[in-house]
């Protein structure tokens, strides 16, 4: 099957070639010189094989067409394959095992590590006219070195859902999730980002960089309150379902959860804590030696639009870096502040971001699970 | 040739997860040479050891109570003498045609907060709908349940085979010697049956040890397990291939001491059978 299908790019491709040497030769008639230089740049920018992207499930073929439509559109005959990621541990692995994707989609926490880790390249900024629509504060979040490594795109808060029913908070704050009052109603997310997220709690200057003393603490409390756990969730399917019948009251969320769970007809509130909720971005980014960049840029501007922009925040309920999109529900535009280009950063939010230590963050994470 | 596909397939393929336990294999780049610190954290860190000690009970309960209940089930379906023995047989293998993911998830319904358990606890009046069961789902509980579900079919086969082939006259022989039904059993059906409960016991211990979709879908918070830390170590967080490592073949070498102490316990009592 695959083979089938590299044989008929190889046959496209000769047919291109074909067509561009009967095109080169029909403009130099035409249009002499320049119309010949023309030609021959197209023909020496025309990247072969077909462009490979590294995603998350459900931002491929299997249900995130829209999302680069208009690179479809473009490219009718370079269709993007794609390969899915479950976290940036897995493309990790997958890129070092020998995978070779053109782009791929860590969040705003790993850009660093990635652009240091030489793995990818930046980005031609002037390849990608909707750059300009995109919200300032992100994209800064994706430069290092001042290079544009990361093209921000989804985003989203890490705040906290629960039920207004069931659940009376004593304070606006994070510990509503750690409370022993509803011990086995409550979800955690299953991420190392739990850590950072007690550090905050904790009052710590910087808790994305803890000391070992800092990090031994965090650690203690989640342990110690795990107890009031009943579910750490990895999908947020998984979450929904436990939340949308009553299983769960609390729970570390995203808005598009509160939105879904809005829509299940649960009374719930979006509890922005005082410690500040943590904002994350998904970050597209260029491999290094990828050899198919300007298809590659090609694919991150028709995501970057406000088209694709509008319909993740209307179908997926995430926000969007595109600063021009509106999403149809209200409640996700109070939710995530869709006005404000400042909602991500301080003094709204943390926007979240690198973990210098993060093989530590993450064995300390293993061990509370464990515990 | 079987041993040259025991070679690829399993001795290879266990010596990688070896070099990567003692970092001298690795697919990250970095500094990287031979180091027990993979080792020496997992024995030190009592964590681990007591995660595995807590799957090594949770599975000790799921082998030891389906064991309990397959026997009467293949007892019946072997020695009651019944005709339709190999319909009932299909009947209890019927469920698995369908995927094992689907009847996990199955159990999802009918054990959540409003699941079918509790909606009759509510019907009946004896819980108000305000206080649920909430113990059924996201639990240790949850999980033992749904692995013994999963694996009783497992359980029963080997245990019915071993009945189904038990020489009849021995039986025979004992009632003319005057020996009570129960005397019998004990004396003969349970001694040459052993051998097929105790493989039927292993069918579902040493997998089960090892679970991470059972536990992932239906244990919640409570319910991880053993399997689920590997897992996670491989490809959650920040890949720490080192010590998933470590784990999995500290898991290896468990299960292979068992096999070796439970083969020999086995071997007087087939000596006996003969």
Same mark, same amino acid.
């Given at each position: ?371 | ?188 059906? %349970?001694? @040459?049956? *052993?051998? =097929? &409960? $105790?493989?039927?016991?292993?069918? #579902? !211990?040493?997998?089960? +040890? ?36 470590? %784990?999995? @073949?500290? *898991?290896? =070498? &468990? $299960?292979?001491?068992?096999?070796? #102490? !439970?083969?020999?316990? +086995? ?8």
């Amino acid at each position: 099957m695959g083979s089938d299908r590299e044989e008929a790019e190889r046959r496209f491709d000769r047919q291109t070639a074909l067509k561009l040497a009967a095109a080169v030769g029909g403009a130099g008639l035409v249009a002499g010189r320049t119309g010949i230089a023309g030609a021959v740049r197209t023909f020496a920018t025309a990247e072969t094989g077909r462009l490979q992207v590294l995603d998350w499930a459900g931002y491929g073929n299997d249900g995130g067409q829209s999302m680069f439509a208009q690179y479809v559109k473009q490219h009718p005959a370079n269709k993007p394959q794609f390969t899915y990621m479950t976290n940036e541990s897995d493309a990790l692995a997958k890129i070092h095992a020998g995978l070779k994707p053109d782009v791929f989609r860590p969040y705003v926490g790993w850009v660093k590590y990635f652009a240091q880790s030489g793995l990818v390249q930046p980005w031609n900024t002037a390849s990608i006219p909707n750059l300009k629509h995109l919200n300032p504060f992100m994209l800064k979040a994706g430069r290092y070195n001042g290079k544009q490594y990361g093209i921000p795109a989804d985003w989203g808060f890490d705040a906290i859902l629960y039920r207004s029913d069931k659940v009376k908070p004593q304070a606006k704050s994070w510990s509503l999730i750690f409370d022993d009052r509803y011990k086995g109603k409550i979800a955690w997310f299953d991420d190392l980002n739990m850590l950072t997220l007690a550090g905050l709690y904790l009052g710590f200057r910087d808790p994305w960089n803890q000391s070992d003393a800092q990090l031994a603490q965090s650690q203690k409390l989640l342990s110690a309150k795990k107890k009031n756990v009943r579910l750490i969730w990895s999908s947020e399917t998984n979450l929904w379902e436990a939340f949308g019948s009553g299983d769960v009251w609390i729970a570390y969320a995203w808005p598009n959860d509160w939105v879904q769970m809005k829509k299940k007809k649960l009374p719930v509130v979006y509890m922005r804590p005082k410690e500040k909720p943590i904002a994350w971005v998904g970050m597209l980014m260029l491999l290094a030696g990828s050899p198919r960049p300007q298809l590659a840029h090609d694919y991150v501007n028709a995501w970057s639009s406000t088209a694709s922009a509008k319909w993740l925040e209307d179908n997926y309920g995430y926000g969007h870096a595109n600063t021009l999109a509106r999403p149809a529900s209200s409640d996700l535009l109070t939710a995530l502040q869709l006005t404000n280009p400042k909602a991500v950063t301080e003094p709204n939010a943390h926007l979240d971001r690198d973990i210098p230590r993060r093989a530590v963050y993450a064995r300390n994470w293993e061990e509370v699970k464990a515990a | 040739m079987p041993l040259a596909w025991l070679g690829v397939f399993f001795v290879a393929p266990i010596a990688i997860v070896a070099a990567y336990s003692f970092d001298v294999f690795t697919l990250f780049p970095g500094p990287h040479g031979f180091t027990i610190s993979g080792w020496r954290s997992v024995v030190d860190n009592h964590v681990y050891l007591r995660l595995f000690w807590k799957s090594v009970e949770m599975s000790l309960i799921v082998s030891v109570l389906i064991v309990l209940l397959a026997y009467p089930v293949a007892y019946y379906l072997a020695l009651s003498g019944t005709k339709r023995k190999y319909i009932l047989l299909l009947l209890l293998i019927a469920p698995f045609l369908t995927s094992y993911l689907l009847r996990v998830l199955a159990w999802k319904v009918i054990l959540g907060s409003q699941g079918v358990v509790n909606t009759f606890l509510f019907w009946t009046g004896i819980r108000s709908p305000d206080d649920p069961v909430t113990q059924l789902l996201y639990s240790r509980f949850a999980v033992i349940l749904v692995l013994g579900y999963i694996w009783l079919p497992f359980v029963a086969l080997p245990i019915f085979v071993s009945l189904e082939s038990l020489d009849r006259r021995l039986l025979e022989a004992a009632s003319d010697l005057g020996a009570s039904r129960l005397r019998s059993f004990w004396a003969i059906t %349970l001694p @040459l049956s *052993l051998p =097929g &409960v $105790v493989a039927a016991f292993f069918f #579902v !211990f040493v997998p089960t +040890l090892g679970e991470f979709v059972t536990p992932s879908l239906v244990g919640g918070a409570s319910g991880y397990m053993y399997g689920n830390q590997i897992v996670d170590l491989f490809g959650a967080g920040f890949p720490d291939w080192e010590t998933g490592s470590v %784990l999995a @073949l500290f *898991l290896i =070498g &468990v $299960v292979v001491v068992l096999t070796v #102490v !439970f083969s020999r316990f +086995l071997q007087p009592q087939q000596v006996a059978a003969d």
